[in-house]
């Protein structure tokens, strides 16, 4: 595995950063208990990276049996949406979408969906692999069993992806009060996230 680039200290930039949705699928629902959270949580993130006008990039999981991305979640501006049997999301219809929109490859990928131990941890590997750093929204992230979910987290962590909440995520994109997006997206951070059960050292 190439070595990780996360661990200089730096800003988002909303024209070099791309949010990746990875299969938050409707036959999802009665297995992740957690789901119903992750989905208001990532709603918010959305609505925020559509407003601060970060390309999303959208996967789903053999979607003829998992079905297509939740209802609840408005992905209408996403650049793309891939239907996938591999496991990560770094499939050629992606790298393509990547290479349309930067010219080649973003500075950073911001990464959540389901499952954390699958799809979305090969997914972070790959890009890694590829020198783009990775920010992991933990309270956008979700397995069916928690411990899987953490243990993932925790292995991300150490190849150097940072671990992020959704609200960090977007007020390091928006940076200023006086961002032109600012008023758009207050509303959103008005209401405390969704709670995950994340695990927390000395817990």
């Not at 661990?7 to 409707?26: G, H, I, N, W």
């Not at 559509?50 to 999303?56: E, I, Q, R």
């Not at 049997?85 to 500075?107: A, N, Q, R, W």
């Not at 790959?126 to 020198?131: A, G, K, T, Y």
Request: some cysteine.
């Amino acid at each position: 595995m190439a070595k990780a680039f996360g661990s200089a200290l730096y800003r988002l930039v909303p024209e070099k950063t791309v949010f990746m949705l990875c299969d938050v699928q409707e036959k999802f629902k009665p297995a992740i208990p957690l789901l119903g959270a992750l989905i208001e949580n990532t709603a918010k993130l959305l609505a925020a990276g559509k407003a601060l006008g970060v390309p999303l990039l959208v996967t789903e999981q053999y979607p003829e049996k998992l079905g297509k991305t939740v209802s609840e979640l408005d992905i209408g501006h996403a650049c793309t949406t891939v239907a996938k049997t591999k496991f990560s999301m770094l499939v050629d219809p992606i790298h393509k979408s990547m290479t349309e929109i930067y010219g080649g490859k973003p500075k950073t990928a911001v990464l959540f969906g389901v499952e954390t131990h699958v799809c979305v941890e090969q997914t972070a590997f790959d890009l890694i692999n590829e020198q783009i750093d990775v920010w992991l929204v933990a309270d956008c992230c979700a397995s069916r069993l928690n411990q899987d979910r953490d243990l993932a987290m925790e292995r991300l962590r150490q190849i150097g992806c940072t671990i992020a909440s959704s609200e960090s995520v977007i007020f390091n994109l928006l940076g200023d009060k006086e961002h032109k997006a600012f008023k758009e997206v207050t509303p959103l951070v008005k209401k405390v996230s969704a709670d995950m059960e994340l695990w927390r050292p000395g817990k």
